[in-house]
């Protein structure tokens, strides 16, 4: 049998509350709606790419885990590499045409810089992880 509330009662019931709570986690959910769904596709790419199972022990999921990061690395060198490509080399031709030679050199060794990071990073990881 349904029940009557006054507006008081059921502001003060706690279902109004949990149902504020639920309010706010879909606004929330709503308000950053992109960053989920990326997630979300993140997670469902490693879920197909990787079988986790703990029947190997936890040297072999961490092997499957350390594949996933070369891949990942892989693709963002790759795609690295094209951006800088394109932008430093853009850079380049605009300080050539003010026919600033010095300027564009500082600019390729600050692309090449910036390269170079992408692989030094990860052999400054490895080396602290080795030292301990």
């Known amino acids: 049998m349904a029940k009557n509330y006054t507006i008081q009662q059921f502001l003060a019931n706690e279902h109004h509350k949990e149902l504020k709570i639920i309010d706010q986690t879909i606004g929330h959910l709503m308000r950053n709606r992109k960053l989920y769904m990326q997630i979300v596709f993140i997670l469902a790419l490693v879920g197909l790419k990787c079988d986790i199972s703990f029947a190997g022990g936890i040297d072999t999921l961490l092997n499957k ?36 030679s010095q300027t564009a050199i500082k600019i390729v060794i600050k692309y090449l810089l910036l390269y170079a990071s992408l692989f030094m990073l990860i052999y400054g990881l490895d080396a602290i992880k080795e030292g301990f």
């Open 65 to 100: 885990v350390d594949a996933i990061g070369i891949n990942w690395l892989k693709v963002v060198r790759r795609g690295g590499y094209w951006l800088i490509a394109i932008k430093g080399s853009a850079e380049v031709v605009q300080t050539g045409m003010h026919g600033d």
